[in-house]
């Protein structure tokens, strides 16, 4: 049903018949019909995206929504294809996470041109006119990038240095990357024991980090890396198998941090094979769920929503495993 006859009925509902169906301030309840959200997600590259597309599915199952969902194998082409998609569709609002930073703008001044409002979630994008999106709902990536160099300072306060570290970043393009890189580098380079010696990135998966770790070990020899700083934690584990191979003992020949804090980096804590792990949290259904609500019923929502998270040790993983949600 297109938006302008969706309309009509809409305030012919709410003139003749008063409220149709539960009461609200909102006019939602004239409509009386489900909220139509195309959502397009990144792909399904690690423990986090697991949970944040098992948060987001949930949240949206609610009647009060008919969810269109669409898995991009991390592919802008993909997302670009799912958005077209949503827009001939008509859809009531577009909710997505973009697997890198740029090339968004052409698209979103598609939806624009539909009067589709289009929501952010997790990763944010670079355009040229931020009217062409309502909000971005995520993590501060630089804070998470300064915390785990924040963690490492403090680690390595018994060290004179030097502390040669490897860094293994997520996609190439996207904002967690750009970010998180940008967050550690502000921090640690305000320490002269610290340099990064090498820097590839594992695309937030297990078997690209465990690939790249192997091409660190090769170049930098079994002695020549005192740290591995992973954005992500499914790359620090894919690492944590090539550092085991190579028979040295990951979380003392090598320090690991790491960033988003799901239960495989809890376990490898617990193990004594990875030393920290910023949390990023991923479950945002329930607030997306209500940032569409608003939009669908022309509320104002902040332009920029940040997730509170934490930092978790090894000395803490036992006990906070049980609680981990994702
Ligand atoms: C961060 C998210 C990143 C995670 C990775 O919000 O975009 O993508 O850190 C995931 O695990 O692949």
Redesign the pocket.
């Known amino acids: 049903m297109n938006k302008g006859f969706k309309l009509a009925a809409a305030v012919l509902c709410a003139t003749v018949l008063g409220a149709c169906g539960k009461g609200g301030a909102d006019g939602q309840a004239a409509k009386n019909e489900a909220i139509t959200v195309g959502f397009s997600q ?2 399904a ?5 697991t949970a ?1 597309t098992r948060s987001v599915k949930e949240a949206l199952a609610a009647p009060e929504f008919n969810l269109k969902f669409s898995d991009a194998q ?1 592919k802008q082409e993909n997302q670009i294809k799912a958005l077209r998609s949503f827009i001939a569709q008509g859809v009531d609002v577009i909710a997505f ?1 973009p697997v890198v930073e740029s090339g968004w703008e052409t698209v979103l001044r598609e939806a624009k041109a539909a009067n589709i409002p289009v929501v952010l979630t ?2 944010g994008v670079d355009v040229s006119d931020d009217s062409l999106f309502v909000t971005l709902i ?2 501060d ?1 630089v804070e ?1 990038g300064r915390r785990a160099a924040r963690w490492l300072i403090d680690d390595s306060k018994d060290s004179t240095g030097p502390v040669r570290i490897v860094e293994l970043q ?2 190439v393009g ?3 990357a750009i970010d ?1 890189m940008a967050g550690f580098k502000e921090v640690i380079g305000q320490d002269p024991r610290f340099s990064i010696v090498r820097s590839q990135s594992g695309d ?2 297990r078997a690209k980090g465990k690939e790249v770790m192997e091409a660190f070990l090769k170049a930098e020899g079994r002695d020549g890396i005192d740290v591995l700083f992973a ?5 620090a584990i894919g690492a944590i198998q090539a550092i085991e191979e190579a028979g040295l003992k990951p979380g003392e020949d090598i320090r690991i941090v790491s ?2 804090g ?1 239960r495989g980096a809890f376990e490898a804590m617990k193990a004594g094979k990875l030393n920290a792990t910023v949390e ?1 949290n ?1 479950l945002l259904g329930q607030q997306l769920a209500q940032i569409i609500r608003d939009v669908h019923a022309g509320r104002p929502v902040p332009k920029r929503v940040v997730v509170e998270e934490g930092v978790f040790t090894r000395e803490q993983a036992a006990t906070e495993l049980p609680n981990r949600k994702y």
Do not use: K, L, Y
Not at 45 to 49: D, G, T, V
Not at 231 to 235: A, L, S, T, V
């Open positions: 990144v792909g590259e690690s423990e986090w995206r944040n991390q996470s997790d990763r995520g993590s990536f998470e997520g996609t996207s904002a967690p998180r937030f998966t954005h992500n934690d499914d790359m960033i988003d799901v990023c991923p």
